[in-house]
């Protein structure tokens, strides 16, 4: 029996381990759920689950739910704020904990957690994306077990566990990381001018929210995710690339330098994913669909650059070590991404915009979580100006 906590426990990946461990109540204890605003939902969880502990964004929502919760008899103590999240990541008597916050609030519950040496369940992206290489120096120095939950690079990491990783290294010549190509694959930039926000919204493959669906018709999601694989996986940028595979079944592949390719392979959906961090290192059943080989035929293309200019951006960041520049990169975007989705600027605006922000700001790499958090509201502060 794992004692569990969940940052960000309401939202999809929340819900999708809550799921699983619904599946499998002997397997794990839920120790703590924490969610921002949705108390209705972390009611009926904490209903479901009786964990210890459940976190809220502030002492009202936190009142609310404790009324809520008493008048059920229920045991779940309820805390607020982040202190309290960090407190729940970091109990001594928690084994394990998925950080599914999603932005830039995820990092500090998350890093603080590493610090203590857990087990990482890692879905919030942006703790990669702006703190790499503080996130990765502190898993080396306190030994902390830090899993990919991101189903590319689960997938890699997949491929590459059936090793010893360290051995693995100079083995591996390539990291290739799919991409659906999104809803706008086959349009031109002439085309791309008109996208409206429900258009960009229509993913082909995977059933998300509105931020992550216009980032995956960007392919500015695929672009945060090269930055995840360069931390995770320690590879030269130059050894990482994205091949476009319409059909996400190839969740991603690694080529070793004997000319093998190892594809790690299922139908799309993130209770696999989820489930293997989870269990790792061993395989447990997932309650997942099946995949029929014999249904569809696997495609790949090439990726064209000069129609998903994040992905351009992101090779230049790396290979540039601007690490700084990652924060703005991702800051810059979800600003315009919500000016995008409330029809403050044009879908072609989004990359335009960043392409500003990265030339106008001017930050030294962070030393530290506090300072990357600070660079992310000034560059918030600097895009808001280019439309408002
Ligand atoms: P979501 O929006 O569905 O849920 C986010 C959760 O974070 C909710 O529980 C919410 O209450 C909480 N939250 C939001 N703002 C917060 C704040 N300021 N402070 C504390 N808690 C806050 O997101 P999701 O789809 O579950 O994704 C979570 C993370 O995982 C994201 O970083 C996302 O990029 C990443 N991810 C998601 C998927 C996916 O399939 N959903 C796949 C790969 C990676
Ligand atoms: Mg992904």
Redesign the pocket.
């Known amino acids: 029996m794992k004692n569990i906590t969940i940052?960000?426990?309401?939202?999809?990946?929340?819900?999708n381990t809550l799921s699983i461990i619904a599946d499998n109540p002997y397997d794990f204890s839920v120790y703590a759920l924490?969610?921002?605003?949705?108390i209705d939902r972390l009611f009926t969880q904490c209903l479901q689950f009786s964990p210890k502990y459940a976190v809220v964004?502030n002492k009202d929502l936190a009142a609310q739910l404790t009324t809520k919760l008493k008048a059920q008899n229920s045991t779940t103590t309820v805390l607020y704020g982040q202190k309290a999240?960090i407190d729940i990541a970091c109990d001594d008597a928690v084994d394990m904990v998925m950080a599914?916050?999603?932005?830039i609030?995820?990092l500090t519950p998350t890093y603080e957690a590493i610090k203590k040496g857990k087990k990482i369940l890692l879905?919030?992206?942006?703790s990669l994306v702006t703190a790499g290489h503080l996130f990765m120096a502190a898993v080396e120095k306190y030994n902390a077990l830090l899993l990919p939950?991101?189903?590319e690079h689960n997938a890699i990491f997949q491929c590459l566990s059936s090793f010893n990783k360290k051995a693995d290294k100079g083995a591996v010549e390539k990291i290739i990381l799919t991409a659906s190509g999104g809803p706008f694959r086959q349009k031109t930039l002439a085309e791309l001018q008109h996208v409206t926000p429900d258009e960009a919204c229509a993913h082909p493959n995977?059933s998300?929210?509105r931020?992550?669906s216009v980032d995956s018709s960007t392919m500015m999601?695929k672009a945060?995710e090269v930055i995840e694989a360069y931390w995770l996986f320690g590879m030269p940028i130059e050894n990482i690339e994205v091949l476009i595979h319409p059909q996400s079944i190839v969740h991603s592949m690694v080529k070793y330098c004997d000319g093998s390719f190892i594809a790690q392979m299922g139908t799309p959906d993130?209770k696999t994913p989820i489930g293997y961090a989870m269990y790792y290192p061993k395989r447990h059943f997932i309650d997942v669909p099946n995949l029929d080989f014999t249904q569809k035929a696997l495609t790949f293309e090439q990726v064209d650059l000069s129609r998903f200019g994040a992905l351009k951006i992101v090779f230049t960041l790396l290979k540039n070590k601007d690490y700084a520049g990652n924060i703005v990169f991702n800051a810059a975007n979800e600003v315009l991404v919500e000016a995008f989705l409330s029809g403050q600027i044009k879908y072609l605006e989004i990359i335009d915009y960043i392409e500003k922000a990265l030339s106008k700001a001017n930050f030294n790499a962070p030393g530290d979580i506090d300072e990357v958090i600070a660079i992310d509201q000034q560059t918030r502060l600097l895009v808001n100006d280019f439309f408002a």
Do not use: P
Request: proline content about 0%; cysteine-free; aromatic content about 2%.
């Open positions: 940052l960000g426990a309401t939202g999809s990946i929340g819900q924490s969610a921002h605003t949705q964004a999240l599914a916050i999603v932005g609030a995820g879905a919030n992206k942006e939950v991101d189903s995977w998300m929210g931020k992550i999601n945060l993130m």
